[in-house]
């Protein structure tokens, strides 16, 4: 797993996870926040290693239906459960527009 190592302030050092894979997908994931999520939350950092458990704190019902309204096709607990990356590019592939 690769880290990186932010400074902020003197003697801070937080560490974070890679987000590499989120970052080729930042405009799939700008277009979840704002039409799935809106404005309940919108996440500050989402590493490679996230899931939407970790980018949605509500019920996972209610954004499961929100998926689908927005996407067209339903999503289920397993596919909740991998890397939110692999989640945004499986929504933009399967869409109905």
Known sequence: ??????????????????????????????????????????PLFVSDEATLFDVWSGDMNEVLNRCKQRYGVPVSLDDARQPFWKLLLMLNSRRIT
């Open 1 to 42: 797993m690769l880290t990186q190592r932010y400074q902020a302030g003197e003697g801070t050092l937080a560490e974070f996870s890679s987000n590499t894979e989120m970052q080729k997908v930042a405009a799939l994931a700008e277009e979840f926040y704002v039409s799935v999520l809106r404005d309940d939350e919108e």
